[in-house]
T-cell receptor, first 114, second 115 residues
Framework: ETGVTQTPRHLVMGMTNKKSLKCEQH?????MYWYKQSAKKPLELMFV???????ENNSVPSRFSPECPNSSHLFLHLHTLQPEDSALYLC?????????????FGPGTRLTVT | GENVEQHPSTLSVQEGDSAVIKCTYS??????FPWYKQELGKGPQLIID???NVGEKKDQRIAVTLNKTAKHFSLHITETQPEDSAVYFC??????????????WGAGTKLIIKP
């Protein structure tokens, strides 16, 4: 595997379910991100981990819970979601202090909450 | 806080013609402006970026221009090809990125290349 991978690619869950999204980066980066992408809206930054420590939490509801066990893996735990949480969830990584500031994105998980 | 507006939301051009996408930003302190391309079923990918110490940057058929006074920047694609069809996002930020790691994103432009 190369780049940033995400599983599953598609997920349908009921409002009472608990599920987790997984992200893995094979680039040796030290920062990882979760974004929410809704149609015709700007990307919304949800969480940032730098060196495995959370450094940003943009007022995301507690029904979203991130976990970063090491610099290569990032999880987003989901529970009691609402239909408005249906969106594409993108994971990204970057190399902190890299002068290019480029973020490398995975293909996303398409989440549908029924 | 920073706000980025992107226009148009959809742009349809004939293959071979040029395409221009425009973004405006509100925070005059912003000094880093990347453009990302998102193809169907994929995540966004950086295609070009510009910093406020330059007014224009080119990379083959792609160019970005920056007008700091007017606080707007544009993406120019010349000699468009079918593979240019995608959604393009602009963003703005302040370097060096602090602990916020915030890129402020535009809402995206869907570019359609007609054969």
């Amino acid at each position: 595997e190369t780049g940033v991978t995400q599983t599953p690619r598609h997920l349908v869950m009921g409002m009472t379910n608990k599920k987790s999204l997984k992200c893995e980066q094979h680039l040796g980066h030290n920062a990882m991100y979760w974004y929410k992408q809704s149609a015709k809206k700007p990307l919304e930054l949800m969480f940032v981990y730098s060196l495995e420590e959370r450094v940003e939490n943009n007022s995301v509801p507690s029904r979203f819970s991130p976990e970063c066990p090491n610099s290569s893996h990032l999880f987003l735990h989901l529970h009691t979601l609402q239909p408005e949480d249906s969106a594409l969830y993108l994971c990204a990584s970057s190399q902190e202090n890299d002068l290019s500031y480029e973020q490398y994105f995975g293909p996303g998980t398409r989440l549908t909450v029924t | 806080g920073e706000n980025v507006e992107q226009h148009p939301s959809t742009l349809s051009v004939q293959e071979g013609d040029s395409a221009v996408i425009k973004c405006t930003y509100s925070d005059s302190a912003s000094n880093y402006f990347p453009w990302y391309k998102q193809e169907l079923g994929k995540g966004p990918q950086l295609i070009i970026d510009i910093r406020s110490n330059v007014g224009e940057k080119k990379d083959q058929r792609i160019a970005v221009t920056l007008n700091k006074t007017a606080k707007h920047f544009s993406l120019h694609i010349t000699e468009t090809q079918p593979e240019d069809s995608a959604v393009y996002f602009c963003a703005a930020s302040i370097l060096p990125l602090d602990s916020n790691y915030q890129l402020i994103w535009g809402a995206g432009t869907k570019l359609i290349i007609k054969p």
